[in-house]
């Protein structure tokens, strides 16, 4: 006859330990959070992109005022003369 085991104790006593299976469990998650972080910085990229760009077409746009402006004066001017 076999012996049967105790019902208390802890399973690691019976169990065997699986270390490879441990260590791709940890390397999967690690690989994941690192994924995690990578997608979050590139989320914070994106975002500061989007309002340079906002910020550069406001430039545009003012630089182009600024000549129209100055283009109108001189067509006045001219006018008055």
């Known amino acids: 006859m076999t012996p049967r085991r105790s019902e208390g104790g802890s399973r690691f006593l019976y169990d065997s330990f699986d270390a490879a299976a441990a260590r791709i469990e940890a390397n999967e998650r690690v690989a994941e959070e ?48």
């Open 34 to 81: 690192r994924w995690a972080g990578l997608e979050y910085r590139l989320g914070q990229i994106e975002t500061t992109l989007e309002r340079l760009e906002k910020r550069i077409w406001v430039g545009v746009y003012g630089v182009a005022a600024f000549l129209m402006a100055q283009m109108a004066e001189t067509v006045v001017q001219a006018a008055m003369r």
